[in-house]
């Protein structure tokens, strides 16, 4: 119960947070929003009179990208560019003094600062839904529990892949390249980039074995239908054991390299 | 000609202090080298996803829409390698007040700002990009006039013209937006709404990238120019925005200074 309140205390500071710096949330917003209306744009022009690409038709295309922008916001985390700096700079001493576990203190304002950016983004959302739907008939979303549950899923799984990487600062001098590295086969192969039914045979293979398609791709598919009964229940178990691992090793990391910290800048 | 005489001195000093800086990183400078190529790498991919569905978007093969590819990506390595990264320092040396001493500086500051960092590590991306668009040229199986192929490079140049003026009036906004610490995002959407073919937009849109935020002249218009597909008014134009955006640019710089109140003093 007494972690608890602290819980809701760290939520209520990182909110107030992230609220303060909601100028440069709606800069970093920009990029979804050109993603999901030039990316809907180009394969719309693509299709050449033929009803599906790849079992998407133009609406549920267009549908699938407004809804990854839409789940991206919430649920990709990118905490390793200011945990690593926190690490080397020393400031993580501070937070180790706290009578709060740090992934807690984490978890707030990683999920603060989330949550902002999605509610910022659902007016860009339903604008981008009004535009298309000019062109072409919209794919029905289905936004019920199981959606959430897997938005929440998601959020998660990128969260401790997140902190996990961010774990390398213990023991490595230059993390910056490697966190940009780790963009590119996270782009694609969370969806982000298109549909995972759209990528050649050994992406979507590789999309298995990584973590980031249970990230944004699950949900969205479930959101336009493309993941119904029982496969989607298959792939949401799938998220859950990606959880389960991604906190395992992060936790892990995190142990061995806190024997390694000290506190540089004390 | 004596004050020209200046700057281009200046200038050298720029270049010699960059390679003396990139020579103490050395390792960085390969590894940022590589992280360009997978970059790279990333857009051709989503190249091929989308061509291993379709032969053409909006018009444009495969090809074409790689030599925009080549195009934007050529311009985006010549605009890193002699302005970004000295303009992207400007929020910093406004939000820590050290922007006082460029400004005292018996130097025009759009000069120190935007020239004084070169960046070296580009230079590879440049290599890819040239071969690219070789390539590509290969593909379409297509010998440009001469004609066509100066009207490309004078198309490169005002789209480069245009990139770095936008870069620059972001850059601005730090006088005033003193917190907000990615204004550079603005030009990389910028950027990112240029890799592809402007004709995948409506008609209003297509007007707005064109004529409102010029992003067709980045990549678009010079392909366009290279396979004989613009109209020779247009290129005019496209010349006269560039010098336009330019001015706007300068005059925009000069009234931000008006704001400036240094942090620190």
């Known amino acids: 119960m007494r972690l608890l309140s602290k819980l809701i205390a760290l939520l209520k500071i990182y909110i107030a947070d992230s609220l303060a710096y909601r100028a440069s949330a709606f800069i970093w917003m920009l990029t979804d929003v050109v993603h999901c209306l030039v ?58 003094l706290r009578p709060v576990p740090v992934v807690w203190m984490l978890f707030a304002r990683n999920i603060s600062w989330r949550a902002m950016r999605m509610v910022l983004f659902v007016p860009v959302a339903l604008l981008a839904l009004w535009y298309y739907s000019r062109f072409t008939a919209l794919s029905p979303l289905t936004l019920g529990w199981a959606f959430w549950l897997s938005v929440l899923l998601g959020h998660l799984v990128s969260f401790w892949v997140a902190y996990a990487l961010a774990c390398l600062a213990f023991w490595l001098q230059e993390t910056q390249s490697v966190f940009s590295l780790y963009y590119a086969p996270m782009l694609l192969l969370s969806g982000w980039v298109a549909p995972i039914a759209l990528m050649p045979g050994w992406l979507q293979a590789l999309a298995v074995v990584f973590p980031f398609r249970y990230t944004t791709a699950v949900p969205v598919e479930i959101a336009i239908g493309k993941l119904q009964g ?25 142990r061995k390299g806190l024997r390694q910290y000290t506190g540089v800048g004390m | ?37 997978l970059w790279l790498g990333f857009f051709l991919a989503t190249l091929k996803i989308i061509f291993r569905h379709t032969d053409s978007i909006a018009g444009w093969s495969e090809s074409e829409a790689l030599m925009l590819a080549a195009t ?12 970004y990264f000295g303009l992207s320092d400007l929020p910093t040396l406004v939000r820590q ?15 120190w700002l ?24 290969f593909q379409l199986d297509y010998t440009p006039s001469l004609l066509n192929v100066a009207l490309y490079f004078g198309m490169v140049l005002t789209g480069v013209l245009i990139f ?102």
């Open chain 1, 39 to 96: 990316m809907p744009l180009v394969w719309l022009s693509a299709y050449g009179g033929r009803e599906t690409i790849a079992g998407y038709n133009p609406g549920e295309m267009v549908t699938y990208y407004v809804m990854i922008a839409f789940t991206t916001n919430f649920i990709v985390s990118h905490l390793m560019w200011d945990l690593s700096m926190e690490i080397k700079e020393g400031m993580l001493s501070q937070w180790l």
């Open chain 1, 230 to 254: 029982e496969s989607m229940w298959l792939e949401i178990g799938l998220q859950a054991v990606w959880v389960l691992i991604g906190a395992g090793a992060a936790q892990i990391l995190w």
């Open chain 2, 1 to 37: 000609m004596r004050r020209l005489g200046f700057y281009w001195r200046l200038y050298k000093a720029f270049i010699r202090a960059s390679f003396v800086r990139e020579m103490e990183f050395r390792a960085n400078f390969w590894a940022k080298m590589l992280y360009n190529a």
């Open chain 2, 72 to 83: 934007l990506y050529f311009i985006d390595a010549l605009i890193s390698t002699l302005f």
């Open chain 2, 114 to 137: 935007s020239l004084r960092r070169i960046n070296l590590d580009q230079l590879g991306s440049l290599v890819v990009a040239v071969l690219l668009g070789v390539y590509a040229l």
């Open chain 2, 97 to 111: 007040g050290t922007l006082d001493f460029v400004l005292f500086k018996p130097v025009d500051s759009q000069f």
């Open chain 2, 164 to 265: 770095y003026s936008f870069h620059f009036m972001m850059m601005t906004l730090s006088i005033w937006l003193v917190r907000v610490e990615n204004l550079w995002v603005l030009s990389d959407v910028f950027a990112q709404i240029g890799r592809f073919p402007t004709d995948v937009f409506d008609r209003v849109l297509r007007r707005v990238f064109t004529y409102v935020l010029p992003v067709a002249f980045l990549a678009t218009i010079p392909t366009q120019a290279l396979l004989g597909k613009a109209s020779a008014g247009f290129l005019w134009f496209a010349v006269a925005w560039a010098v336009g955006f330019f001015v706007m640019g300068r005059v925009f710089w000069k009234f931000a200074l008006r704001s400036y109140t240094s942090a620190s003093s």
